[in-house]
């Protein structure tokens, strides 16, 4: 990570702490690794992320509808599905720095490494010549076939490794790419293991393996074992969705980027149910979909990027993220997978409960398959967050840190603040309030001097501040600043309403996806 951005980073998290929106969880007792709590205004935020997806899902397509699934699930689920037997990442520890690391994120970066340089000799050759070629470039400049070779050997070197589950093999990979370790640089490196992320507990009161029950790792589980309740007794038809938010837990080796990576997340799942031989419409039908969604935030088209997967889960025949241009670079923001009938046909065989779809257009009975977005709400937060905070230097020479989130998912649309603690203005204040408080979530706020008052509503993101002085209780006025624009007018009470609602309404945006 370049200075600069690691210096950002830095800045949105301590930002973060210091407006209310994330805490390091018990914090009191130095806090618990990779679990976060979020504040006051982060559980608005957040609340309002988890809004725009889920009337995305539920409300602009009629055949998808949202559940709420219970965390705990019965444990053979977790057989079945595949995360007690495979549900690992490799790891290895340095033994001189005794930090641990996935092994497969150590070769990653390698491989990252090497597409960097390819891109400086992109980049290079770009400048130096007109009508540049890149695809002729990269095909035949012996630097970047070079680079270029050396991925693609190790790729496969890691695809085997992980498919064969083989992981001397992946150690020897570790020790032919000579990696270090990147605190204590050198390169004494223990076996690679695997490591299952699933967190357990037991159920009930004695402590026997048989009560042995998992917290559920991601939530889709919790759709797939309630297939058949949902299509039944909500009459779906094929092609349908099950939308679900929920938490979900997984004991990750390293969990060092903030709300990036933590030990319990949320995540905002769709299961698309499909006829067989219909996935593949669906998947790019969806993996559209799914970045427009993204994109209708405003936050930059250029921050996203699809990513596809070339070495696919087993339960997969296409998959690919979306990515988001995160403080540390471009990084996994959704995943859009195929999931075939894996899931619903080993339910089945599991449980043995039928788990098909009876057809009437074909008369015949089948397993369907699965089109499946998964977002991370965490990740969601963090992309706006991190997008938004801006440090702005303005005209008079003075400084702002603004956070510029998407006026809908803003913590609080509009601040009232009467210009002075006495007069009537408070009073005054607040039968505006009344007035705004049933559409808008307001902040009042009376103490400090009107500019402090409006720099603290930016670094919260706040889209609007009413001041109310003594003009308004004579002629029922306010003062409207915006808070990207900085711009201020006198409008009258009335009309606040709808100078605010067409920006900050959920329903607008909706439309422009
Ligand atoms: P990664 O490769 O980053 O570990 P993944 O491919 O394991 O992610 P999925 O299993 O596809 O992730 O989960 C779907 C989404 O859930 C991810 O796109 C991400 O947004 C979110 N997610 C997964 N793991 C975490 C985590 N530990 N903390 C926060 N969000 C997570």
Redesign the pocket.
């Known amino acids: 990570m370049a200075n600069t951005e690691d210096n950002l980073f830095k800045n949105v998290i301590s930002h973060s702490k210091e407006y209310g929106f994330i805490f390091p969880s018990s914090e009191i007792y130095d806090g618990l690794s990779a679990v976060y709590d979020y504040g006051q205004n982060g559980a608005e935020l957040k609340n309002n992320i988890k809004e725009y997806w889920w009337k995305f899902m539920t409300l602009l397509h009629d055949n998808i509808v949202g559940i709420d699934a219970a965390i705990f699930m019965h444990p053979t689920t977790w057989k079945a599905s595949g995360h007690v037997d495979a549900f690992n990442d490799p790891m290895i520890d340095n033994k001189d720095s005794k930090k641990r690391y996935r092994a497969d994120q150590l070769i990653e970066g390698v491989i990252e490494k090497l597409e960097e340089k390819i891109e400086k000799e992109v980049e290079k050759a770009a400048k130096r010549f007109e009508n540049f070629d890149r695809a002729m470039f990269v095909s035949t400049n012996p630097r970047v076939v070079e680079y270029q070779k050396k991925i693609d050997e190790i790729n496969t070197r890691l695809k085997d490794a992980m498919a064969n589950n083989d992981m001397a093999a992946m150690k020897q990979l570790i020790d032919d790419l000579e990696i270090a370790d990147p605190i204590s640089g050198t390169k004494n490196w223990t076996d690679v293991r695997q490591f299952n992320l699933m967190f357990s507990t037991e159920m009930g009161s004695v402590a026997d393996d048989a009560n042995k029950i998992y917290l559920r790792p991601?939530t889709a589980q919790g759709i797939f074992v309630n297939f058949l309740n949902v299509q039944k007794t909500g009459r779906m038809k094929i092609p349908f969705g099950i939308a679900q938010i929920g938490k979900a837990f997984?004991n990750?080796i390293v969990?060092r980027q903030f709300?990036?990576?933590?030990?319990e997340?949320e995540?905002m799942e769709m299961q698309f149910f499909v006829k067989p031989g219909e996935e593949m419409k669906w998947y790019e039908f969806w993996k559209a979909k799914r970045l427009k969604w993204h994109q209708a935030l405003g936050l930059g088209t250029d921050n996203y990027r699809y990513h596809d997967h070339l070495n696919l889960a087993h339960y997969a025949n296409a998959a690919c993220?979306i990515q988001f241009n995160f403080p540390m670079g471009f990084?996994?923001?959704?995943?859009i997978h195929s999931r075939t009938d894996f899931d619903l046909k080993s339910h089945e065989k599991f449980s043995g409960k039928k788990l098909q779809y009876f057809d009437s257009e074909d008369n015949q009975n089948y397993i369907p398959y699965v089109v499946e977005t998964?977002?991370?709400l965490?990740?969601m937060f963090l992309s706006v967050l991190a997008s938004s905070y801006k440090e702005e230097k303005l005209e008079d020479g003075s400084e702002r840190v603004v956070l510029k989130i998407p006026a809908p998912l803003a913590p609080n649309k509009v601040a009232i603040l009467p210009l002075m603690k006495k007069d009537g203005l408070p009073e005054k204040a607040h039968e505006i309030m009344n007035l705004l408080k049933f559409d808008f979530r307001c902040f009042y706020e009376e103490k400090d001097a009107i500019g402090k008052r409006y720099r603290r509503q930016d670094a919260i993101g706040t889209p609007y501040c009413i001041t109310v002085d003594h003009q308004t209780l004579q002629d029922n006025t306010v003062t409207i600043r915006n808070r990207d624009t900085m711009k201020q007018e006198r409008v009258a009470i009335s009309e606040v309403k709808a100078i605010i609602s067409e920006s900050v309404s959920m329903a607008e945006l909706l439309k422009t996806i």
């Open positions: 991601e997984r990750e969990a709300i990036f990576r933590m030990r997340f995540q993220d990084r996994e923001l959704e995943g998964s977002v991370g965490d990740r």
